[in-house]
């Protein structure tokens, strides 16, 4: 295992946990962020991390980042989820920013490529019992799915090609500290009891701590045989969407906070009507997060892991409400109002 290593997306939610890990184990941590006000945040971790300010669609910026860091291990992590307004971001970020920190990673002579995919490009389950294996077919979720689908292929066919070894990493729905302002805003919906319960809520989510997610990349990093490979990184088993709720609810009252006992319901119809409308907008180039996240709430998107289990050893030790407890514990420490 090389004592260098090299994220993306380094001052994101899931880079800001990985970053950690890898400075109590690596002589040297390359990190890309965007903001230069980012680098410091990340520098005071350890002497090891060193970030260098840029966009990952600027090849100046790929340049600097892996420029003396030979061989590393590249954790791609950068990634549009939620545009300001565009869905062009999508495929600007996630397909040609792979592109770049791929190319770059193979000039440079990178022991292997980690990247760091998604369920969009599967979309939604058939029903609430059905579960995503590494050989199901993609059938991408708008403007998301289609891009980090594009991203996947183009990591694929460089790996196949021998430019790097290279191991595709689906992760879903993911929750623990260093979280997103949307996040937080999700803690104080669900507390006040604002957060829509979509339908009876028994459809499932597969969700992944962020302690979970980085301990599965260091896996698929480490096991020789998983180049080539993709695997789906989750908790251990999908959870009912009013679980997840119910969870949260637990959480925050474990922390001392109150929780409202209402619940807002929203039918599922209402969901599929935002669903066709955000299909609408992003047809126009257009996005808006929360008609985006309401369409989605109405389906099942769970994942099987049984894969990452059996060939990397992947265990996942964090369930639901340890780890919503972190991240509001997190948010409480910081004053951040929930």
């Not at 066919?157 to 992760?171: F, K, L, N, S, Y």
């Amino acid at each position: 295992m090389p004592n260098a290593a090299v994220v993306t997306g380094a001052s994101g939610w899931l880079g800001q946990n990985l970053v950690r890990a890898l400075a109590l184990e690596r002589d040297r941590v390359r990190c890309l962020v965007r903001d230069p006000q980012d680098a410091p945040l990340l520098e005071v971790i350890d002497p090891a991390v060193e970030a260098v300010a840029g966009d990952v669609r600027d090849p100046t910026a790929l340049d600097r980042l892996f420029d003396g860091v030979r061989p590393a291990t590249v954790f791609h992590a950068a990634a549009v989820i939620h545009p300001q307004r565009q869905t062009r971001e999508f495929f600007d970020v996630n397909v040609g920013g792979t592109q770049l920190a791929l190319d770059r990673a193979r000039r440079a002579g990178s022991a292997r490529f980690l990247h760091v995919s998604s369920n969009s490009p599967f979309g939604a389950n058939p029903g609430p019992t059905d579960r995503f294996t590494e050989e199901s077919p993609f059938n991408p979720y708008m403007g998301y799915g289609s891009s980090k689908l594009e991203a996947e292929q183009i990591v694929q066919r460089a790996g196949e090609r021998g430019d790097v070894e290279t191991v595709i990493v689906r992760a879903p729905w993911f929750y623990g500290p260093y979280q997103p302002p949307r996040q937080t805003q999700f803690f104080a919906a669900i507390r006040r009891g604002r957060f829509p319960l979509v339908g009876d809520g028994t459809q499932c989510r597969s969700m992944v701590f962020t302690g979970n997610l980085v301990d599965g990349l260091l896996l698929a990093e480490r096991v020789r045989d998983a180049a080539g490979r993709a695997y789906w990184i989750a908790d251990a088993e999908p959870y009912e969407l009013r679980a997840i709720l119910d969870g949260v609810r637990v959480a925050l009252e474990a922390e001392g906070l109150s929780v409202a006992r209402r619940q807002a319901r929203v039918p599922a119809r209402a969901a599929a009507i935002a669903a066709r409308f955000d299909g609408l907008l992003q047809d126009r180039g257009r996005y808006l997060q929360a008609v985006h996240v309401l369409g989605e709430l109405k389906d099942t998107i769970a994942c099987d892991i049984r894969r990452a289990r059996q060939e990397l050893g992947y265990d996942p030790a964090v369930g639901l409400v340890d780890g919503m407890r972190a991240s509001i514990r997190w948010c409480l420490e910081r004053g951040q109002p929930i």
